[in-house]
């Protein structure tokens, strides 16, 4: 049973900066592509960033040049630095494999205030 625990959610204010943090057991994520995931109420999940087991990144236009996502494989975790923070950032959080999805997490709040 693969468990995902992400934190580092809270409230800012735009322009503000907050780092999230994903912590993988159950498996090991050094060969996997891991993602970053954000929902709000009445949407579907979207992809925000992901970075292969080379380290390669992808970024959805809407974070891109303004989150950075990193994996530490010796730690088992993915994390998430997200600046400049604007209202429409709000959302639940969550990480997860990429490829093949394990059972999601509970995510963390993460809200944005003009």
């Known amino acids: 049973q693969v468990q995902l625990v992400e934190s580092g959610g809270g409230l800012v204010q735009a322009g503000g900066s907050l780092r999230l943090s994903c912590a993988v057991s159950?498996?090991?994520?050094?060969?996997?592509?891991m993602g970053w995931y954000r929902q709000v109420p009445g949407a579907q999940r979207e992809s925000v960033a992901r970075?292969?087991?080379?380290?390669?990144?992808n970024y959805a236009d809407s974070v891109k040049g303004r989150f950075t996502i990193s994996r530490d494989n010796a730690k088992n975790t993915v994390t998430l630095q997200m600046n400049s923070l604007k209202p429409e950032d709000t959302a639940v959080y969550y990480c997860?494999?990429?490829?093949?999805?394990?059972?999601w997490g509970q995510g963390t709040q993460v809200t944005v205030s003009s």
């Open positions: 997860n494999r990429v490829a093949v999805n394990w059972n």
């Open positions: 159950g498996n090991m994520i050094s060969f996997n592509t």
């Open positions: 970075v292969t087991s080379g380290g390669s990144t």
